[in-house]
């Protein structure tokens, strides 16, 4: 498997129209390369070309007869326009092993095996711009294939309309939703959805929309959705999978996670998050279940923190230590005896925002600019950040250092540079600077993370990186932990900042490869596939 990077032009849409739309058949000539990493010869490249040949291609859009980002691209372009698509390794959905009312949504570079059981694959990968992990999903009937970003940290799932997105505030990725080319949808609130982001002038007006949402194998009917009519400053459509309490919408509804049990795909509100390391675009998110082939040591279950009015609609623990073990294994604390913080889990943040007196330790001590820039060779070095969760008996995960060495990646490969060739790598850390502290993926790579929203707790082990095996496990809905299992006590802590944040979400799609020595990081980034088309 590999990157795929074609210019397409549209010949003919099936039915004359000028966007063609699922169900359609449409006839296109490509050229590009294929990148497939097991492969020595050319460095793993392989050019084809259909104009080469004279032979176009032909194909209907949403029968899953192509690779998904073939259909995502085609669904924005016009007839006779070209365009630069470029999308990931071929993930291909299957069965895989697991219980009754258990639903996995993994991204991987390869094939995984088959096997037979009630257990469902989707596809999920890591996108380099903008250090987010999506999933494969479709919507509506005929279905409409698009990318949604996976967020913890929020509660709606919202997709870019066609023509929605300001292409000169975002990259506009994932592709585009339109309600009025399926039979199920229903409109439910014109201009009802309404969702506004920490970066000054980002934010998605649209409406909301009722329509059948599928991933790989399953499908919720009826799902209430957003669809952007206007949005700015986001990269993404989003999929979000927090409590209710946490919704955009004024009046509560059931979202993806309450009609996963409400529609008896899992019997209990509950997913584990298994994103692995910097260097992998492997990992998973199972729904009503665990796989205890992913971390090691045992899974500490630490209670959830209510906001400041009393309500669970964050994924906040008690954070209790921060230290920090370099190669000969001497430790250094960074946080104080005393220290106990309100922190947010959030798969929809890139960084790990920490108290500004602890981040100018770090920062000092690693060499961080004013900007966020760090020396890319800082990758290579050894040592851990040590997280602690719910006091001494908690919850405790290592994170390698190289974890929060981010490279900076355009959409089509290109490290950023700067004037003197260097490439760019930003530090995975920053400053509270009064708002929530967060713990995005670069802390959330080391640690194997289940969630329970019914029983309001949050059980984390170190990270088992690269496992190639599972054991799954069901979560059914009781008072008591499953077997091997330990808790931590209940240590309370108050909330004393508010509000969201999102990391990368306002890059400019007309960003340069290069930058001055004062530059604004203007993309924040993980690694894995580039494996998105633009939202037209």
């Known amino acids: ?140 009937t005929p279905k409409q294939v698009v990318n949604l970003q996976l967020d913890t940290g929020s509660s709606d799932v919202w997709a870019f309309g066609v023509h929605s997105c300001d292409t000169t505030t975002s990259y506009c990725l994932g592709g585009a939703y339109n309600p009025n080319q399926s039979s199920t949808a229903t409109v439910i609130s014109e201009g009802g959805f309404e969702i506004s982001y920490v970066t000054q002038g980002s934010g998605v007006i649209g409406n909301w929309v009722k329509d059948d949402f599928s991933v790989g194998n399953i499908t919720i009917t009826g799902l209430s959705l957003g669809v952007a009519t206007q949005a700015a400053g986001v990269p993404t459509g989003i999929m979000g999978i927090g409590f209710s309490a946490d919704e955009s919408n004024s009046t509560l509804y059931p979202n993806f996670v309450d009609q996963m049990v409400a529609q008896g795909l899992t019997k209990s509100r509950s997913y584990s998050l298994w994103l692995d390391d910097l260097d992998n675009s492997t990992g998973s998110v199972l729904f009503g279940g665990y796989d205890s082939d992913k971390y090691i040591n045992e899974l500490v279950a630490v209670p959830m923190q209510p906001n400041a009015s009393g309500i669970f609609s964050q994924f906040a623990v008690t954070w209790t230590s921060l230290s920090f073990t370099d190669a000969n294994g001497n430790q250094t604390t960074l946080s104080g005896q005393d220290f106990r913080e309100y922190a947010i889990l959030d798969s929809g943040t890139t960084r790990v925002l920490v108290p500004d007196d602890i981040y100018t330790q770090i920062a000092s001590a690693a060499g961080v600019q004013d900007n966020g820039r760090v020396d890319c060779a800082l990758s290579t070095a050894a040592g851990t950040f040590n997280f602690g969760f719910g006091g001494p008996t908690g919850a405790a995960i290592p994170v390698p250092v190289h974890e929060f060495v981010l490279p900076v990646i355009f959409p089509n490969g290109t490290r950023l540079t700067d004037q003197n060739g260097t490439e760019v790598c930003i530090f995975g850390m920053e400053a509270q600077n009064n708002r929530p502290l967060l713990l995005g993926d670069t802390m959330l790579r080391a640690a194997y993370v289940v969630y329970n929203l019914d029983e309001k707790w949050i059980a984390m082990a170190p990270t088992n990186f690269n496992s190639t095996t599972s054991n799954i496990t069901e979560i059914i809905p009781s008072s008591s932990l499953p077997a091997g299992w330990s808790s931590a006590p209940n240590i309370s802590v108050s909330q004393t900042a508010t509000g969201s944040f999102t990391s990368g979400g306002s890059v400019p799609a007309t960003a340069s490869g290069s930058v001055t020595s004062g530059f604004s990081t203007p993309v924040t980034a993980s690694t894995g596939a580039i494996g998105f088309t633009t939202a037209i």
Do not use: C
């Not at 040949?53 to 194909?59: K, S």
């Not at 998904?68 to 006779?80: D, F």
């Not at 009754?100 to 469902?120: D, I």
């Open 1 to 140: 498997m590999g990157i795929i990077d074609f210019i397409k032009d549209i010949i003919r849409p099936g039915n004359g129209v000028d966007y063609p739309k699922a169900g359609d058949m449409v006839t296109v000539h490509y050229h590009g390369y294929l990148y497939d990493p097991t492969r020595s010869w050319n460095r793993g490249r392989r050019f084809d070309s259909s104009i080469k040949r004279g032979i176009p291609f032909t194909f209907q859009i949403g029968m899953g007869t192509v690779i998904k980002g073939w259909e995502v691209g085609i669904l924005g372009m016009s007839l006779g326009e070209k365009a630069l698509l470029t999308f990931g390794p071929v993930v291909i959905t299957d069965m895989v092993h697991g219980s009754p009312n258990v639903v996995k949504m993994r991204f991987s570079r390869g094939k995984q095996s088959v096997s037979n059981n009630n257990s469902f694959a989707v596809p999920m990968g890591n996108y380099i711009p903008v250090g987010i992990y999506y999933v494969n999903a479709s919507i509506g």
